[in-house]
T-cell receptor, first 112, second 114 residues
Framework: KQEVTQIPAALSVPEGENLVLNCSFT??????LQWFRQDPGKGLTSLLL?????REQTSGRLNASLDKSSGRSTLYIAASQPGDSATYLC???????????FGTGTRLTVIP | DARVTQTPRHKVTEMGQEVTMRCQPI?????VFWYRQTMMQGLELLAY????????DSGMPKDRFSAEMPDATLATLKIQPSEPRDSAVYFC????????????FGDGTRLSIL
């Protein structure tokens, strides 16, 4: 069974800092890994998707890396802003499965 | 931007009542997923459809939950009878077939069973 862990569970940083969110998964046989953002009372917004053959993906101030063999991914946020405050979820699609397996999320607070 | 649309956004009802949640997937998407989010369990898959056919509903309590796709533009998740432990946020997601395709999520239905 695929287990996905995110550390830390919560993180507070002052505005302008660069930060890294971590995600680890137990089964390295995956098709892809997706990072999502969830605002309170809202759905999930897809931020980045990394295919299993890729090492990283970038979108604006966000950079996601994937080390499939070690079962790890990181989400790097540069020059954090108060608007980045949200819960960040990583999810993997295991080979042979159709659904996503989610981590429990990291709740990020960026302090103005 | 195309979006997955879920209705209702919020539902409060008494135990024993029937609850129906609806989802309109993004036009052209042929896969639909129902997930449930709780504080204790996080996000878990309930059901999965491809080309309107149910392929995986192993995450769903069969005695009270049912999921259908009457047509390509509508997916429904029904609970009958509802119980307090069903209180959660229910998300619908859609996508295209293929190992490398992302899933797109709706805003969810926040369900409270009293």
């Amino acid at each position: 069974k695929q287990e996905v862990t995110q550390i830390p569970a919560a993180l507070s940083v002052p505005e302008g800092e660069n930060l890294v969110l971590n995600c680890s998964f137990t089964d390295s046989a995956i098709y892809n890994l997706q990072w999502f953002r969830q605002d309170p009372g809202k759905g999930l917004t897809s931020l980045l998707l990394i295919q299993s053959s890729q090492r990283e993906q970038t979108s604006g101030r966000l950079n996601a890396s994937l080390d499939k063999s070690s079962g790890r991914s990181t989400l790097y946020i540069a020059a954090s802003q108060p608007g980045d405050s949200a819960t960040y979820l990583c999810a993997v699609r295991r080979e042979g499965a159709n659904n996503l397996f989610f981590g429990t999320g990291t709740r990020l607070t960026v302090i103005p | 931007d195309a979006r997955v649309t879920q209705t209702p956004r919020h539902k409060v009802t008494e135990m024993g009542q029937e609850v129906t949640m609806r989802c309109q997937p993004i036009l052209g998407h042929n896969t639909v997923f129902w997930y449930r989010q709780t504080m204790m369990q996080g996000l878990e898959l309930l059901a999965y459809f491809r080309n309107r056919a149910p392929l995986d509903d192993s995450g769903m309590p069969k005695d009270r939950f049912s999921a259908e796709m009457p047509d390509a533009t509508l997916a429904t998740l029904k609970i009958q009878p509802s119980e307090p432990r069903d209180s959660a946020v229910y998300f619908c997601a859609s996508g295209l077939t293929g190992e490398y395709q992302p899933q797109h999520f709706g805003d969810g239905t926040r369900l409270s069973i009293l």
